[in-house]
């Protein structure tokens, strides 16, 4: 190819693209002048894509030798722009604010199917395990380990199954807060579980949930056929709310990693796994503060209030304010998309 016809080629490619290139520049002058926050959200959806275009222009030119001039400014405006779209980092208040504000909650209703999936399965358990034990008082031993029990039994009398459910706190200074960190740890395990097996292409998450749900139904069933059954969800559902909530958005987010390995559609599944396992990531990552806040309630408010008429009111309250949250959060920023 003559010099010549060099010089055509790079023009026509030029005229073809720099619309695109000076619309790049321009936000990335902006960025490097004012910040991130200077872009408005529509600028904001606009600059992945102008760098994405970039980079496919700065590879084509270099594939077909284009003259060394249109190379360097191609390749200087790629490396700006990656900066602004990559290295941009917000300051770590900020960016922990706007996963509870915006991400995390879009992200649970994204995948509301496959939340509403495993609370159906969770539910099924409770359901079933109270059914088998109010028939038959001795499944409890099948559905409720030793460590679990922790001495709730159908042996137990009825004396002893309510003082449980009131017993004075004594130095709770410490062991309260060895409780809280003991339940932290095994729910958390219960629920992360149910999301790591979600690489299973999530078969196993199912039997978790249900399982689980065996346990608590079980439990139910014991209190109240003793005539207890208020007072035993008045004593759970204070933190309960809140911790299997966090253990159906783990459940959820395995589900999501199974439906990406089953239907893969037109990636291969590994290629899926990357574009959407991130959203289950966000449903994990969320579940966790979850768990962490039920965990200072179990360890501490449950514990401390006696009272069945705060207690109940606690438990609402929390239903109502994870429901409204989850609904409602970040719907007003929908149009701000994250560069990442």
């Not at 003559?2 to 290139?21: M, N, P, V, Y």
């Not at 208020?230 to 199974?258: K, S």
């Not at 429901?323 to 701000?336: E, I, K, S």
């Amino acid at each position: 190819m003559s010099a010549s016809d060099g010089l055509l080629k790079s023009a026509q490619f030029r005229r073809e693209r720099e619309g695109a290139w000076r619309e790049l520049e321009k936000l990335v002058d902006q960025v490097e002048s004012e910040g991130l926050k200077s872009l408005s959200a529509a600028e904001l959806s606009r600059l992945p894509t102008l760098y994405r275009g970039a980079v496919s222009s700065l590879s084509v030119a270099r594939a077909i030798s284009l003259d060394k001039s249109l190379l360097d400014y191609l390749t200087a405006l790629v490396g700006r722009a990656y900066l602004c779209v990559y290295g941009s980092k917000r300051p770590v208040g900020e960016a922990f604010a706007d996963f509870f504000r915006r991400r995390f909650p879009a992200a649970v209703r994204r995948q509301g199917r496959l939340v509403a999936a495993a609370l159906a399965f969770l539910l099924l358990g409770v359901l079933t395990g109270f059914q088998l034990t109010l028939a038959d008082p001795e499944r409890y031993y099948s559905f409720v380990g030793e460590e679990m029990a922790q001495g709730r039994t159908p042996a137990s009398s009825s004396e002893e199954l309510r003082d449980i459910l009131y017993s004075e706190p004594e130095g709770w200074g410490s062991t309260l807060t060895l409780f809280a960190s003991f339940l932290f740890t095994h729910n958390a395990r219960i629920g992360l579980l149910c999301f790591a097996v979600g690489f299973a292409a999530g078969m196993p998450v199912p039997f978790l949930l249900f399982v689980n749900g065996l346990t608590l139904g079980s439990m139910a069933a014991l209190y109240h056929s003793r005539g207890l059954g208020f007072e035993f969800w008045a004593w759970v559902l204070p933190h309960g709310v809140t911790e299997l909530l966090a253990v159906v958005l783990c459940a959820a987010g395995g589900l999501a990693l199974g439906a990406c390995l089953i239907f893969p559609g037109r990636y291969s599944r590994l290629r899926n796994l990357a574009l959407r396992g991130r959203e289950a990531a966000l449903l994990a990552a969320g579940a966790v503060a979850l768990f962490f806040t039920a965990a200072l309630i179990e360890g501490f408010f449950r514990q401390i209030v006696q009272d069945l008429a705060a207690r109940s009111a606690v438990a609402g309250l929390s239903l109502v304010l994870w429901t409204g949250y989850f609904l409602f959060a970040g719907r007003r920023d929908r149009g701000v998309r994250d560069l990442r």
